[in-house]
């Protein structure tokens, strides 16, 4: 019964390709979030999507495209992947308002290496 | 700019040595999360802070919020070597985390 859960757990593949990258959570929550970490372990948010929408994009090139089919699910596509691509991507989930702690919950991450 | 600065970056202790690693944060943030992190691993929510003032202890981590100064502290009182991992803050402005701490206990 993982709280949120990611697959594929490891993804090789060679520079130019399309990949995604699925993420679920099973925690009722109505906010997911995309981070990348890249090799020096810095994490810097991607995307933010609460009901299915869209509320936090940062500078992401937009080969990176994220979908919320539903608020259970997020997912991350990647266009012509590029070396510096190469991270762990880290999927979350949380609560969203003033009220509550909004504490965010992460999926096990995806480490992604491009060649 | 916006920024998350937390020191030392690397801490090296003896085991059952106090220390407190800091969190500085340049916007205002009104809640400071806590995570650890342990090699190829994810991220483990340690503490929510969600008020200026806040304490909040868990076994030897104790951490603390003074959102005027905007500084997070996380102490760790006698250290052990279980507790060796890497330690970040986040603040809830864009959710930027800070830079991490690692930290090895020595035996």
């Known amino acids: 019964d993982t709280a949120v859960s990611q697959t594929p757990k490891y993804l090789v593949t060679q520079m130019g390709n399309d990949k995604s990258i699925k993420c679920e959570q099973n925690l009722g929550h109505d906010t997911m979030y995309w981070y990348k970490q890249d090799s020096k372990k810095f994490l810097k948010i991607m995307f933010s999507y609460n009901n299915k929408e869209l509320i936090i994009n940062e500078t992401v090139p937009n080969r990176f495209s994220p979908k919320s089919p539903d608020k259970a699910h997020l997912n991350l596509h990647i266009n012509s992947l590029e070396l510096g691509d190469s991270a762990v991507y880290f999927c979350?989930?949380?609560?969203?308002?003033?009220?509550?702690?909004?504490?965010?919950?992460f999926g096990p991450g995806t480490r992604l290496t491009v060649l | 700019e916006l920024k998350v600065e937390q020191n030392p970056l690397f801490l090296s202790m003896q085991e059952g040595k106090n220390y407190t690693i800091y969190c500085n944060y340049s916007t205002t943030s009104d809640r400071l999360y806590w995570y650890r992190q342990d090699p190829g691993k994810s991220l483990e929510s340690l503490f929510v802070l969600l008020s200026n003032g806040a304490v909040k202890q868990e076994g030897r981590l104790m951490a603390s919020l003074d959102t005027k100064a905007r500084l997070s502290t996380l102490h760790i009182t006698a250290a052990v070597h279980d507790l060796s991992a890497t330690y970040f803050c986040q603040g809830t402005y864009k959710y930027i985390f800070g830079t991490g701490t690692r930290l090895k206990v020595l035996a």
């Open positions: 979350a989930s949380s609560s969203f308002g003033t009220s509550g702690s909004n504490e965010q919950f």
